[in-house]
């Protein structure tokens, strides 16, 4: 037995549910499935439920407590019942349920220690008239059930096991990692995890996978899995450039030494003010951070925001000569979404719940705190007539005493003009910090908004101490 074989194999004694495991949630789901079938019979409407994802595939890593019900409806229900009638459904078997949202309101649970999601959907004939995204979520859970045997199923608790180890599992907005769905297509098409591994380490991307053969279009992401039931979708779209990367870092780092920890999530204590002090006296950059109230949405809309509303401040910085170094979005600790161990069907169901108040940072190093007075500006060269004569006259005639020039370096007209901001905390206390490409709903929270610059920030360490860990101590 090879080293890498050693390793699965005691990697597949703790991941892989035991028959105790597979017995109890087996009889749980028929009686939730039982439950919900009585709960259908009192609607004046047909329809029937399916369990679907990973625990109805045998694809769950020990452990995760999940289990997914759809109630199908027929199609030409409108929304405005399929609504109705789902939520009806999933309060009578989940009566301690609470709502949340996905393409449209579903309950979500706690029965028996297990976590349900009861999910209404359409019964369409095929996933291409689907009516919402949720409607596709049967058709996949079919596709693969044909398609996964015993150890192909094993494979893929290991493949998740995997990612989750390296941080690059889920399909939230917040990981843009890889969703149950992907992972099993990726196993089942490659014929195990190892092949999976060996081939990612080699990817050159863009790479597509196209299961059925029937792709209806070209797309432009980095990895492209054609879903084999609707061949207009990537199943690969949410998944971020990093996360790819991330997986083939450490792809070819358990070929080269394979170790159990790679399947393990690294346990990080949160950093406290002090060691955020040690880092920033090592580092000697300038932190700054623009902290504000959270918007109350849900996560996978409000990473969209802050990553938007981040890179809008970047470039703001680096616009206005403070070179930023690095910059991370961060949320409370108590919601920054790493919790999840759960395994949603395939990625496009269910959203992440949050409950308020929180507060929410956009944070960055930055290679200077403070510039000149003054700042370049280049124009045309002299011999361009048109050109260098409109730069030369909108400067010579300004009349702004505090400008020099225009004068000649080189062969090019020169300006030296006063800085609007001669330190960060001046430009992100301005109005022309709100002028940037902020998320819609980051913006009137904007207006809110505290700034602290240098060790100021440490004391943040308590809403953010794991946020700080992950930027202070990055991986790959």
């Known amino acids: 037995m090879s080293e890498l074989d050693a390793v699965l ?37 047909e329809a029937d439920v399916v369990q679907v994802g990973s625990t109805a595939r045998g694809t769950w890593v020990a452990g995760d407590r999940d289990i997914d019900l759809f109630v199908r409806f027929p199609a030409d229900l409108d929304r405005a019942e399929l609504e109705e009638y789902g939520l009806a459904v999933g309060h009578a078997v989940l009566p301690d349920g609470h709502e949340e949202y996905a393409e449209h309101p579903y309950v979500k649970g706690v029965y028996d220690g297990f976590d349900v999601d009861l999910v209404p959907c359409h019964d369409v004939d095929t996933a291409g008239d689907l009516v919402s995204a949720v409607d596709r979520t049967p058709f996949h859970d079919a596709y693969l059930t044909e398609r996964l045997d015993e150890d192909l199923a094993d494979d893929v608790v290991l493949a998740k096991a995997f990612l989750k180890g390296i941080g690059a599992y889920g399909s939230d907005l917040r990981t843009e990692g890889f969703s149950g769905y992907l992972t099993e297509l990726l196993v089942a098409e490659l014929g195990g995890f190892v092949p999976l591994v060996e081939s990612a380490r080699s990817w050159h991307p863009p790479v597509e996978f196209d299961p059925e ?29 990093a996360n790819l990367a991330r997986f083939q870092h450490y792809a070819r780092d358990l070929l080269a030494d394979p170790r159990e920890v790679l399947f393990r999530p690294p346990e990080y204590d949160p950093l406290d ?93 930055v290679e200077t705190a403070t510039r000149p007075a003054v700042t370049r500006h280049e124009g045309p060269p002299v011999a361009v007539r048109k050109h260098a004569a409109s730069f030369y006259e909108s400067y010579a005639d300004d009349g702004d005493p505090d400008t020099y020039g225009p004068f000649i370096e080189g062969d090019r007209y020169v300006v030296e003009r006063e800085r609007e901001f001669t330190t960060v905390r001046e430009y992100l206390e301005s109005d022309a910090a709100s002028d940037v490409a902020l998320g ?37």
């Open 9 to 45: 194999a005691r990697v597949r004694e703790r991941v892989l549910p035991d028959p105790e495991e597979r017995e109890r949630l087996r009889a749980t789901a028929a009686t939730l499935t039982e439950r919900t079938r009585e709960a259908i019979a009192d609607l004046p409407v």
């Open 213 to 241: 053969g029937h792709a209806e279009r070209t797309f432009d992401d980095a990895l492209v899995v054609v879903d084999p039931t609707d061949p207009t979708r990537n199943v690969a779209a949410v998944l971020s450039a």
């Open 273 to 365: 003010a002090g060691s955020i002090r040690e880092h920033l006296d090592r580092r000697e950059a300038t932190p700054v951070a623009v902290v504000l109230d959270a918007p109350d949405i849900v996560d996978d809309q409000l990473w969209p925001q802050l990553r938007r509303s981040l890179d809008g401040i970047v470039r703001g910085l680096d616009d206005r000569g403070f070179d930023v170094l690095r910059a991370q979005a961060m949320v409370d600790d108590a919601h920054d979404g790493r919790g999840f161990g759960g395994d949603s069907p395939d990625g496009d169901t269910t959203v992440s719940r949050r409950s308020g108040p929180e507060r929410a940072a956009l944070y960055a190093e």
């Open 440 to 476: 819609a709903r980051i913006e009137p929270a904007f207006e809110g908004r505290d700034v602290l610059v240098g060790d100021a920030v440490a004391t943040l360490a308590d809403r953010f101490g794991s946020a700080f860990r992950e930027f202070y101590e990055p991986r790959p």
